[in-house]
Nanobody, 124 residues
Framework: QVQLVESGGGMVQAGGSLRLSCAASGGAFSSWAVGWFRQAPGKEREFVAAISRTDGNTYYADSVKGRFTISRDNAKNTVYLQMNSLKPEDTAVYYC?????????????????WGQGTQVTVSS
């Protein structure tokens, strides 16, 4: 059974950095595209970033472009989200998700597997 476990969340001041990790088990990790999503209180879950399964292409929401970097280490079955220049509006629960099909990477409803989430809080 596929499991995704996020870690690395916490509290940081505006302008600071955090690195989230998404560790996968139970499947062929290198065959999956992986995305990061976030959900703030009272808001819908939104796309943050994604990385393709084969060529390593990356995709970002406009709100995080230039500040966040997604990467993957297939040898460690792990995807990372490096978050720099954090803003209070980045505060949310961050989820990683995995899917086999290589399209629709920004669409939460197309992902097959989800982690439990990790809280990120950015204070002003």
């Amino acid at each position: 059974q596929v499991q995704l476990v996020e870690s690395g969340g916490g509290m940081v001041q505006a302008g600071g950095s955090l690195r989230l990790s998404c560790a996968a088990s139970g499947g062929a990790f290198s065959s999956w595209a992986v995305g990061w999503f976030r959900q703030a209180p009272g808001k819908e879950r939104e796309f943050v970033a994604a990385i393709s399964r084969t060529d390593g292409n990356t995709y970002y929401a406009d709100s995080v472009k230039g500040r966040f970097t997604i990467s993957r280490d297939n040898a460690k079955n792990t995807v990372y989200l490096q978050m720099n220049s954090l803003k209070p509006e980045d505060t949310a629960v961050y989820y990683c998700a995995a899917k086999f099909l290589p399209y629709g990477l920004s669409l939460a409803g197309t992902y097959d597997y989800w982690g439990q989430g990790t809280q990120v809080t950015v204070s002003s």
